[in-house]
């Protein structure tokens, strides 16, 4: 843990997660997402997805489970979620 009065460590960056209640393909969303995501089921269980603006990366499971992180103020993290759920909802699996 970083104490401001005896560390050097400065915490930074914020982390949202949520649960968008539905299962999602992401195959499909690797696929027609490509240049933003990244996808081996084989090395890691989630997808991950590099949003320009704003720079967030979220961590996208089959579940429905996702995790955003490198927010430098939690808006961002309120913004990338705003930007992504669309595309979920589009790779909602039946």
């Known amino acids: ?22 299962p999602i393909r992401l195959e499909g969303l690797a696929y027609k997402h490509s240049h933003y995501s990244s996808y081996e089921p084989e090395l890691f269980p989630g997808l991950i997805y590099r949003m320009v603006q704003p720079k967030i990366v979220l961590l996208i499971f089959v579940s429905g489970k ?22 979920l909802q589009e790779f909602r699996k039946q």
């Open 1 to 22: 843990t970083c104490h401001p009065a005896t560390s050097p460590c400065t915490p930074v960056g914020q982390v949202g997660s949520c649960d968008v209640k539905f």
């Open 66 to 87: 996702v995790v955003l992180t490198g927010g430098k103020v939690r808006n961002e993290i309120y913004s990338a979620f705003d930007l992504i759920y669309p595309v």
